[in-house]
């Protein structure tokens, strides 16, 4: 059974940082595609960013050179690298994983799977004030 348990997260002042983990277990994780989603308040889950095994990584457009994903296989930890927070980004937070890819870039966007993925952790919450 696949695993996912997050840390992190927490209440900053705008253009603060915050850096979540997430820690795999259960599986092989160095083989699955992971990512992160948020989901606002009143708003639908969305994706963030995400990585393949490869390290090869996807944001979508609003976080780009603000957030960077990362993975650490050896340790099987998830990391999310959040610099220069807006209150825009205030949300609940959540890692997840599947066996296939969770993210494309169609037409110039970045779009993201949001149903159907193996794993989710049980979200944190990022709270940022303006």
């Known amino acids: 059974e696949v695993q996912l348990v997050q840390s992190g997260g927490g209440s900053v002042p705008a253009g603060g940082s915050l850096r979540l983990s997430c820690v795999a277990s259960?599986?092989?994780?160095?083989?699955?595609?992971m990512g992160w989603y948020r989901q606002a308040s009143g708003k639908e889950r969305e994706g963030v960013a995400a990585i393949d095994p490869a390290g090869s990584t996807t944001y979508r457009d609003s976080v780009k050179g603000r957030f960077t994903i990362s993975r650490d296989n050896a340790k099987h930890i998830l990391y999310l690298q959040m610099n220069n927070l807006k209150p825009e980004d205030t949300a609940m937070y959540y890692c997840?994983?599947?066996?296939?890819?969770?993210?494309?870039?169609?037409?110039?966007?970045?779009?993201?799977?949001?149903?159907?993925?193996?794993?989710w952790g049980q979200g944190t919450l990022v709270t940022v004030s303006s």
């Open positions: 997840a994983a599947d066996h296939e890819p969770i993210s494309a870039v169609l037409g110039g966007y970045s779009v993201f799977t949001k149903n159907g993925l193996d794993a």
């Open positions: 259960g599986y092989t994780s160095e083989n699955y595609y």
